[in-house]
């Protein structure tokens, strides 16, 4: 499915900030039994190519710092466009990503790679979720792929209304 929207010369597309958080960097390495094979170079590349067949831009980050992840969601507002995260250990304890997904009142889908409601008790609540209109747990790599499939109906529908 893409988007519906004017495709002449100097129409762009929606970004979708792709944020990820804290040991995201080490993917592939990073108990695979868990967390699965794929690098998260192997999941950009994934999600870049997944984005241009349906008409939209990413932006894909990764950090270590809580405030990064804040400061892009921040530089999002009134953009348009969507994000897709996954916080990693933030998404369990950071109320400060929870309310600047909420001021930025853009399409949020949550990913998790790990199914977290069959792991730890301490990873069952996410904060993230609070504000999430989707999310999707336990795909693994492919879970970056359906959100952006789900997030460019989100934001299609955002600019019919
Ligand atoms: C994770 C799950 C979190 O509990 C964990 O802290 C992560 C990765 C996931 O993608 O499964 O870093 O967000």
Same mark, same amino acid.
């Given at each position: $499915?893409?988007?519906?929207?004017?495709?002449?010369?100097? !129409?762009?597309?929606?970004?979708?900030?792709?944020?990820?958080?804290?040991?995201?960097?080490?993917?592939?390495?990073?108990?695979?039994?868990?967390?699965?094979?794929?690098?998260?170079?192997?999941?950009?590349?994934?999600?870049?190519?997944?984005?241009?067949?349906?008409?939209?831009?990413?932006?894909?980050?990764?950090?270590?710092?809580? =405030?990064?992840?804040?400061?892009?969601?921040?530089?999002? $507002?009134?953009?348009? =466009? =969507?994000?897709?995260?996954?916080?990693?250990?933030?998404?369990?304890?950071?109320?400060?990503?929870?309310?600047?997904?909420? !001021?930025?009142?853009?399409? *949020?889908?949550? *990913?998790?790679?790990?199914?977290?409601?069959?792991?730890?008790?301490?990873?069952?609540?996410?904060? *993230?979720?609070?504000?999430?209109?989707?999310?999707?747990?336990?795909?693994?790599?492919? =879970?970056?792929?359906? !959100?952006?499939?789900?997030?460019?109906?989100?934001?299609?529908?955002?600019?019919? !209304?």
């Amino acid at each position: $499915m893409t988007t519906q929207r004017p495709k002449g010369r100097g !129409a762009k597309p929606p970004i979708v900030l792709i944020a990820n958080g804290p040991n995201l960097n080490l993917l592939g390495r990073r108990e695979p039994a868990v967390y699965g094979k794929a690098s998260l170079a192997d999941i950009e590349r994934a999600c870049r190519k997944r984005a241009q067949g349906l008409g939209l831009g990413i932006d894909f980050r990764q950090s270590n710092q809580e =405030g990064d992840l804040v400061d892009w969601i921040q530089g999002r $507002m009134g953009q348009g =466009g =969507g994000i897709i995260i996954n916080a990693g250990a933030y998404s369990h304890s950071s109320i400060a990503i929870l309310d600047a997904l909420t !001021a930025v009142n853009l399409p *949020v889908i949550e *990913v998790h790679l790990s199914q977290i409601h069959r792991r730890e008790p301490f990873r069952h609540h996410s904060y *993230v979720s609070r504000v999430a209109d989707g999310v999707i747990l336990g795909l693994g790599a492919q =879970g970056y792929e359906l !959100a952006l499939d789900a997030i460019a109906r989100l934001i299609a529908k955002r600019e019919d !209304a």
